[in-house]
Each structure stands twice: as C-alpha cells, then as structure tokens.
C-alpha cells in the first residue's frame, strides 16, 4: 500500500515509496538488499542499480526491478549490459558512471567492496544523501574528506555495517555529550578463535572463508578471521559516533546475536539483539527512521541458549591492534592500514602469501606511512597508491615459493 508512514512526500504531497540507489548488488550485501526491498515493495523502489563487472547478474536484476537507470564500472562491458536489459533503461558506464549513478534516489547503498567504494561515498554525501553505508573502507579511508563531505545540507549517514547500525539503534534517543561512557563493539572472532599462532600457519583460504556465523563476500570474510574487520570497525566507530579510541572497546562474542553495545554514564548499557542477518540492518538503513514491518532474524526465546563473551587475543589476531593504532594516528594512517590490508588480503586469496602473512604486510605497510598531509580526494586516491606499492612489495618478500 502506497502511502505508508515513513515515505517521503513528493513536491506534490503524495507520498511515494523510498527510491533506492544500490551500487554493489550483485555481491552480498547487494542482493540480500534486494531481498527485503523485494519484501517491501509498497515501501520500496529501486531506483538504479550498479555493480562492478557481474553483467549478467545485473541484467537480470534489472530485469526484475525495471531501475531506471543502470551502472557498470568496467566500461568494456556496459554494451553487453545495454543489450540485456529492457528499452529505455539508461545505462551508464565506468567510474564516471558509478558518480553519476550515486546522485539518484533518495538513499544511496553504497554496498561497492572496498577503498572503490569511495568515490560514490562522496558524491551521494555531497549531493544531499541519506547513504546506507555498507562500504566501511571509504570512510576508514578517507575520513578527512567523508566527514567534511557529511556536512552538506541533508547528507547523512544510517551504517549498514552490524555493529554500528546497533550502535545507531542505541543512541537514538537525544543524548548529551556525555552521557555516552563506551561503545562495546562485538566480535564473532572469526572461524579461528580459540586458536594459537602455531595453529594457524598452514590454513587454508577455504578454511578463512568458513565463517562460523555470517554468510559474507570473501574480502570481509578474511578481514574476519584476522579481527582486521574489527579493527576497521573500530576506526568505522570513532568516526561515526565521534567516540575517542580510548572509549571503544572490541570484546568476542562468538554467537553473533548481541550485535555491539552502549555504556552510559549511570551504568546502564543497551544493547541490540538478533540472529545474524544483514537484512535487518540494511532494512533499518533504507527505511530510517522508520522500521521496517518485515522481521528479520528474530529471535526464538522459547529455546535455551547462551550468550558468550571473552576478550580477543590480541597476539594471535595482530591486526586487530595495528587497527588501533593507525586510528589513534589519524590522518592518512588509516588509508595506509586499509590499503595494506586489501593487497595482502587478495594475495592471501591468490593463494600467493600465507594467512599469517596478512598480518606481517599490514604492518611493513604501515610502517612506510609517510605521514602526507590530506586536503582533497586526490590526496587520499595519492596515499592509497603509494601504500599499494610498498605492500606489493611486502607481499613479493613473503610470497610462497609454490
Ligand atoms: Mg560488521
């Protein structure tokens, strides 16, 4: 039913479903996206749609949702695109396209994987938009200019990201300043918990992938088994919720169901539960402030079950610590880390450089940093460039022999 409260009203008065933008859809943030407008079609339209090169997948996604326009990063294959989907959707093509795309709509999901993800994250800031933000490595990165960006009249973020959306859920109330005492960031520890270093030299790229309790795309998957993805999630916090590091703890909790919490100043601490599943959070970020009226992972209280919590090893998992401290550097440290990272993270999965190695490579990288000042994008897109070529060459130095 059109016209349901939580829609946005047209110049005319009429109110009308919320357009969407999804950049990213064919992977999984995207098609789950996908899922609960497919929910929600009274509340939802897809407004455009955009993925990287998956041509196929996006044809037939826009042969389901009729988007009005359609963008393919890789240009080479936007005729292919063009020749598969229906007369009159405009297709656009190549990075070019990617910013043009994110400018449509009244929400952005930027679900794109990884620093790429940082151009559509400025543009929708910077054009006004409300950005369903499932691309934590553009803000990580390129914190500087995203949070300049984030002051444009009507630009917001709503994170998609688990933990942060239950951060955001928590501290929806009007807080003081202080009234905040910590955000308690949750942690599955990944397929590798309970392990120890000399455990862990031989594994595999099929056992990093195995991830106990969420279904996710591989470059989160193996930030997952190193606590990268946490450590990421950490600077994500403090630069979202403008917490100090010092107030930011990260604490393992292997169910999955607590999805982080917040302390208050008199004590109390609120947290959001739920199974696993990254259609609430996604269906929080596109319909804020209103929830949506399709549940997703609730929880079934008539069966027993526990709810753990332990703190991480930070020996084991080191990436979690280089995290912190490329944050608590600021500026373009963290650019370096995420770079450092998305290199030795592909290489892992090339199979070219062990797990353990992912590690090692952060941290060569990070000691590189040359502490450039940023002032512009181009700075950042600089920083990102210059920290790709010393990881490639930590990479080259512990690359395997076979
Ligand atoms: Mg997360």
Known sequence: MSGEVGSRTSDSGERSAIAVCLLGSTGSIGTQTLDVIRNQPERFEVAVLGAASSVDTLGAQVREFHPKAVAIADSSLAGTLARNVPPGTEVLAGTEGLEQ???????????????????????????????????????????????????????????????????????????????????????????????????????????????????????????????MNKGLEVIEAHELFGVD???????????????????????????QLSEPDMRLPIGYALGYPRRLRHAFGAIDWSTMFHLDFEPPDRKVFACLGLAEQAGREGGLAPAWLNAGNEVAVSAFLDGRIAWGAIAEVVADTLESFDHAVVCEAADVIEADRRARRCADKAVQHRERST
């Open 245 to 271: 590091y010092d107030r930011i703890e990260v604490i393992v909790h292997p169910q999955s169901v607590v999805h982080s919490m917040v302390a208050f100043s008199d004590g109390a601490v609120l947290a």
């Open 101 to 227: 795309a994110a400018q449509i709509g009244d929400v952005v999901l930027n679900a794109v994987v990884g620093f790429a993800g940082l151009p559509v994250t400025l543009v929708a800031l910077h054009a006004g938009k409300r950005l369903a933000l499932a691309n934590k490595e553009s803000l990580v990165a390129g914190a500087p200019i995203v949070q300049r960006a984030r002051r444009t009249q009507g630009a917001e973020i709503v994170p998609v990201d688990s933990e942060h959306c239950a951060l955001h859920q928590c501290m929806r109330a009007g807080l003081g300043p202080d009234e905040v005492a910590r955000l308690i960031l949750t942690a599955s520890g990944g397929p590798f918990r309970g392990r120890a270093s000399g455990e862990l030299e031989g594994v595999s790229v099929s056992e990093a992938l195995a991830h106990p309790t969420w279904r996710m795309g591989p470059k989160v998957t193996v930030d997952s088994s190193t606590l």
